[in-house]
């Protein structure tokens, strides 16, 4: 009886340490899940922004942004330089940053899967909101003879960044003056390489998709007199008509040096995201963005504002996002 007594302590002994070590083995299973870049909660460490070109406003302004985001959430946030829009989309597609400055235009076009998207759409980005009008310029010297849109025939034109939001506005603004990139001898630069090369003379003209003033164009405009082509106001109703993301747009006069106001286009920059970002990561960053902009150096940072936080934004809204807009009684026009 003793030695059965025994065995039975033995075997409940046994059965208690194999339940321990399956917990165990059962919490740090649990814990390899979770992967390492988070905290208890599931919040990210780091979060990576895409911008664009140094020489742009998309760079400086999202470094002003990743800070006040990184302040407000403790989260550490990058901005990081890029090519822009479209590359921007494609890589919050394939998860290799979690925020993208992108224009509008370029964002709806990933989503529907047309222009340079077409037959890849896009199913994981989201829209955090919409920041400033991004106003598309085209950019000579005053004494290249290039007047009009027309003018661009024959010439040597920097038309973007290869995967650039530019590259389409460009495309788009000589479709409806009859012309396609066939008709100029087109380029694929950056906004520094582009005045870079008007100042050389190794090109005639340059397409900026930017804010104004944009810096690089600045920079331009103090070693030699710029100006900027302007669209004719009929054009521009039609481009709207036809793209409804566009909006009429006026570069006022003393801007570059200009004599006379210049009448053109804009799209919206947008801050976008993607979608398997947490919902309280994203509704603590985006009241980080809009209540802290007034804070901010930028001149573009007064245009980013609660009120036009969902003008132009032609994709869904994280869920985070939209939380902090209802919460703010903002909603889109």
Not at 68 to 85: H, K, L, P, W
């Given at each position: 009886m003793r030695n059965k007594n025994l065995f039975s302590k033995a075997a409940l002994l046994l059965a208690m340490i194999l339940l321990l070590a399956a917990c165990g083995g059962n919490e740090s299973g649990n814990n390899a899940d979770d992967g390492e870049s988070t905290d208890g909660e599931g919040?990210?460490?780091?979060?990576?922004?895409?911008?664009?070109?140094?020489?742009?406003?998309?760079?400086?302004?999202?470094?002003?942004?990743?800070?006040?985001?990184?302040?407000?959430?403790?989260?550490?946030?990058?901005?990081?330089?890029?090519?822009?829009?479209?590359?921007?989309?494609?890589?919050?597609?394939?998860?290799?940053?979690e925020l993208a400055f992108v224009q509008t235009d370029v964002v709806a076009n990933a989503v529907e899967g047309v222009n340079a998207f077409d037959g890849n759409p896009v199913d994981n980005v989201l829209a955090v909101g919409s920041l400033y009008p991004e106003?598309?310029?085209?950019?000579?010297?005053?004494?290249?003879?290039?007047?009009?849109?027309?003018?661009?025939?024959?010439?040597?034109?920097s038309v973007g960044a290869p995967g650039s939001g530019t590259y389409i506005n460009a495309e788009q603004i000589l479709e409806v003056h009859g012309m396609t990139m066939d008709d100029i001898d087109a380029q694929n630069l950056d906004f520094s390489e582009s005045t870079g090369g008007i100042q050389d003379g190794n090109i005639d003209a340059a397409f900026i998709t930017a804010g104004t003033p944009t810096g690089a164009v600045e920079g331009l405009s103090a070693t030699i007199d710029v100006s900027i082509i302007p669209i004719?106001?009929?054009?521009?109703?039609?481009?709207?008509?036809?793209?409804?993301?566009?909006?009429?747009?006026?570069?006022?006069?003393?801007?570059?040096?200009?004599?006379?106001?210049?009448?053109?286009?804009?799209?919206?920059a947008m801050l976008a995201v993607?979608?398997?970002?947490?919902?309280?990561?994203?509704?603590?960053?985006?009241?980080?963005?809009?209540?802290n902009a007034s804070s901010m150096a930028h001149a573009k940072a007064e245009f980013i504002k609660l009120e036009s936080a969902l003008d132009g934004v032609g994709i869904d809204v994280h869920p985070g996002a939209q939380k902090y807009f209802n919460e703010e009684g903002v909603s889109a026009e």
């Open positions: 919040e990210p460490e780091f979060l990576q922004m895409l911008t664009g070109g140094t020489s742009g406003t998309y760079y400086p302004l999202g470094g002003e942004m990743a800070t006040n985001i990184s302040d407000a959430t403790g989260i550490e946030t990058s901005a990081v330089s890029s090519n822009a829009s479209a590359d921007n989309v494609i890589a919050l597609q394939e998860g290799e940053a106003t598309i310029q085209i950019v000579t010297t005053a004494d290249s003879g290039i007047a009009t849109v027309e003018d661009l025939a024959g010439k040597t034109v004719a106001q009929e054009k521009v109703d039609e481009m709207i008509q036809q793209y409804p993301y566009y909006a009429a747009d006026t570069i006022e006069a003393g801007t570059y040096g200009l004599e006379e106001e210049v009448t053109t286009v804009a799209v919206l993607a979608e398997d970002v947490p919902e309280d990561t994203v509704y603590e960053l985006t009241k980080a963005i809009y209540e």
